[in-house]
């Protein structure tokens, strides 16, 4: 029950808007700022090692967007990555009404897409006409084909210090009244650094 509970403060605690997320890079802040207030965005490629926050931010631009909960598409390559996924699921998705301007296409771990599929994604990012936009995220942008990176534009995200981590893990559990050990937890810290989601789960 114990890690249950740790589990839902990943989500508890995850920032939810462009004003908490921590950025490490003044520019991804300023260039994220700007989609917003122009209400659009183009084919988005975020890169970066696992917990560096690529879901993180892709999932405050939808809301802060305020995408119509039917005009998001969401798929993990790491399940579904065949050419069939990309033709069928990705194809009748964009090839209906969109409620607002656009629609989006989260595909997390586009690492793992075969590289049929990869065409077929290529194919659907060239189409001037198409009302999707697709936010692309990976740990190893070099398995992606360059037609793909090519359009689209890319952000690099780094892992947060590992003390800037410890400081935040103790936030929470200060915030959530537990005891803890300051060594024991820099230990957690330094087990799952830098993905901040190992981090959660662990017991403290």
């Known amino acids: 029950m114990k890690a249950d509970k740790h589990v839902l403060w990943v989500e508890k605690y995850r920032p939810s808007s462009l004003d908490e997320y921590i950025f490490h890079d003044e520019s991804h802040k300023k260039a994220f700022q700007q989609m917003v207030e122009n209400k659009t965005i183009p084919h988005l490629l975020l890169s970066g090692v696992q917990g560096s926050g690529k879901t993180t931010i892709a999932q405050i631009l939808i809301k802060e967007l305020n995408i119509d909960p039917t005009d998001i598409l969401l798929i993990n390559a790491s399940?579904?990555?065949?050419?069939?996924?990309?033709?069928?699921?990705?194809?009748?998705?964009?090839?209906t009404f969109a409620m607002g301007e656009f629609k989006i296409v989260l595909l997390e771990e586009?690492?793992?897409?075969?590289?049929?599929?990869?065409?077929?994604?290529?194919?659907y990012m060239e189409d001037p006409a198409?009302?999707?936009?697709?936010?692309?995220?990976?740990?190893?942008v070099s398995k992606l084909m360059p037609?793909?990176?090519?359009?689209?534009?890319?952000?690099?995200?780094?892992?947060?210090?590992?003390?800037?981590?410890?400081?935040?893990?103790?936030?929470?559990?200060?915030s959530e009244d537990i005891e803890f050990d300051i060594d024991k937890l820099d230990r957690y810290v330094s087990v799952g650094y830098p993905d901040i989601r190992k981090i959660g789960r662990a017991h403290v």
Request: aromatic letters at 10%.
């Open 110 to 123: 586009a690492d793992y897409l075969s590289k049929p599929g990869q065409a077929v994604l290529r194919k």
């Open 79 to 95: 399940d579904e990555n065949s050419v069939d996924v990309m033709r069928d699921k990705i194809k009748n998705f964009i090839s």
């Open 130 to 140: 198409s009302p999707a936009r697709f936010i692309l995220t990976c740990n190893y």
């Open 147 to 174: 037609a793909i990176k090519s359009r689209s534009q890319h952000f690099t995200f780094k892992a947060a210090d590992r003390n800037e981590i410890a400081e935040f893990a103790a936030k929470i559990l200060i």
